[in-house]
Nanobody, 116 residues
Framework: QVQLVESGGGLVQAGGSLRLSCAAS????????LGWYRQAPGSQRDLVAL???????NYGDFVKGRFTISRDNAKKTVYLQMNSLKPEDTAVYYCNLDSTFGKNYWGQGTQVTVSA
């Protein structure tokens, strides 16, 4: 069983930065694709960024070079550095682990609020 614990959310002014972290338990982290998703009230859950086992990554179109995803397999942690935050980035951010063994896990989410 895998547990994902997010941290680093909070309130920030527009133009500011936050770094989200997601720490995983278990032994499959290094075999997995890690992702960050977000969901605003009344909206669907959207992909923000993902990073594969080989270190390649993809981003949602709205990121436009503002966010960077990274992973530390030794610490079993995935990070999301968010810069130039906008009020429309306000959402609950969720960590996701998609393993090569067919298992998929979600964290509990962390709130990010960007004030104008």
């Amino acid at each position: 069983q895998v547990q994902l614990v997010e941290s680093g959310g909070g309130l920030v002014q527009a133009g500011g930065s936050l770094r989200l972290s997601c720490a995983a338990s278990g032994s499959i982290f290094s075999f997995s694709t890690l992702g960050w998703y977000r969901q605003a009230p009344g909206s669907q859950r959207d992909l923000v960024a993902l990073i594969r086992r080989d270190g390649t990554s993809n981003y949602g179109d709205f990121v436009k070079g503002r966010f960077t995803i990274s992973r530390d397999n030794a610490k079993k942690t995935v990070y999301l550095q968010m810069n130039s935050l906008k009020p429309e980035d306000t959402a609950v951010y969720y960590c996701n682990l998609d393993s090569t063994f067919g298992k998929n896990y979600w964290g509990q989410g962390t709130q990010v609020t960007v004030s104008a």
